[in-house]
């Protein structure tokens, strides 16, 4: 299973982005899916994870700035980042796991995005 992130860039402060990860592959369920970030000299941490339970959890750092959603039909989840800060600065990366068509469990991390938040 594959998970292809885009949408990253260069913005200036205050500005938004949209980032996208989509998964390819022998992909019969997706049990859980969310958004890390890693930035230069920082340990990688969770942005918006999507629970079991149909609820998102959001870092305290992106609530109310960060809105992650997720299209099963085309096995896709989004990242819209408003409000922007210096701070937001990092690889963002897409986590997946789930089940294969034969029910074997899988699980698979994306390549990453870069977002740099710059004046």
């Known amino acids: 299973v594959q998970l292809v992130e885009s949408g990253g860039g260069l913005v200036h402060p205050g500005g938004s982005l949209r980032l996208s990860c989509a998964a390819s592959g022998d992909i019969s369920s997706i049990t859980a899916m969310g958004w890390y970030r890693q930035a230069p000299g920082k340990q990688r941490e969770a942005v918006a994870v999507f629970t079991s339970g149909g609820n998102t959890i959001y870092a305290d750092a992106v609530k109310g700035r960060f809105i992650a959603s997720r299209d099963n039909a085309k096995k896709t989840t989004y990242l819209q980042m408003n409000s922007l800060k210096p701070e937001d600065t990092a690889v963002y990366l897409c986590?997946?796991?789930?089940?294969?068509?034969?029910?074997?469990?899988?699980?698979?991390w994306g390549q990453g995005t870069q977002v740099t938040v710059s004046s």
């Open positions: 986590n997946a796991d789930g089940a294969d068509g034969l029910g074997r469990g899988w699980g698979s």
